[in-house]
């Protein structure tokens, strides 16, 4: 079963950073949740950060940030002042310039030399604040070339267990191991050396949130945007195509040189 997805093409990356932007602050007043606090995770590569310079700026007094609770859907094997640490560059953009209080600050432990160990820590702190299944209120995505979304990287076996995930063999038991974070392996082109060690929200933690938004720009991103988005389906090679078992529709913001392989029918009108 799956969920149409909401597709806006914007002109560039700025334009659609502007309407994440705008849809996240949207977001945010309209929730009104348990203990009044709104819970985020964020993506880490390039395409978010125009979004958190706007959040930090444009958007600074557009909410009462205070309420706000930052999570990552996934974080490289770095210690957080390393230049490629998503927290790292979320600290720099947005969660030093607005004075994010660190109660309000769940970091992935990159540094941890045993990424499973960090891996379950983060699954038991999700736990523990949610006191129950974690139900982000947002999480903001971003695609790879290789048809990538958080750290579920083609073939990888976080991919692997988002199938099982979604569609459990009859009669096998739902493995003892942290349902909601996973520390992995992962081979691509994309990454420097071919491979890496990544720390990654599982699927079912994604499809828990009550709103996924995924940004993607740029023509690099054109041809694994058409397959998530109109191929067949074939998730363990395009591991994004996985975010349409979401129950709601996820919102896709994309530039136009991203959508420009798109079948002309996927193209959506919103204020740029
Ligand atoms: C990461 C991200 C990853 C990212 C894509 C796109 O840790 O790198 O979470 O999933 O969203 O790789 O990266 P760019 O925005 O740099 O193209």
Known sequence: MTTPPLVSVFPNLEAASRAAARQLVGDCRKRRGVRDEVHL?????????????????????????????????DERTVPPDHADSNFGTASRLLLAPLDIAPDCIHRIRGEHPDPSAAAAEYDRSLVSVFRGPPRLDLAVLGLGADGHTASLFPGSPAT???IAQLAPPPG??????????????????LL????????????????????????VAGAD???????????????????????????????????EAAASHLPAGWRASLPS
């Open 160 to 162: 692997l267990l988002g």
């Open 41 to 73: 995770a964020l993506s880490g590569g390039s395409t978010p950060r125009r979004l958190l310079e706007l959040l930090a700026t444009e958007h600074r007094d557009a909410i009462d940030w205070s309420r706000l609770h930052f999570w990552w859907c």
């Open 172 to 189: 096998v038991e739902e493995s003892p191991a942290p349902r909601w974070v996973r520390a992995q392996h992962v081979t691509s082109p």
């Open 192 to 215: 420097s050396g071919g491979a890496a060690s990544r720390i990654t929200l599982t699927l079912a933690t994604l499809l828990l949130a009550r709103r996924l938004l995924v940004l």
């Open 221 to 255: 991103k054109a041809p694994a945007l058409r397959e998530v988005l109109a191929g067949a389906f074939d998730p363990m090679r395009y591991p994004a195509q996985l975010l349409a078992a979401c129950p709601r529709p996820v919102l896709w913001l994309v530039d």
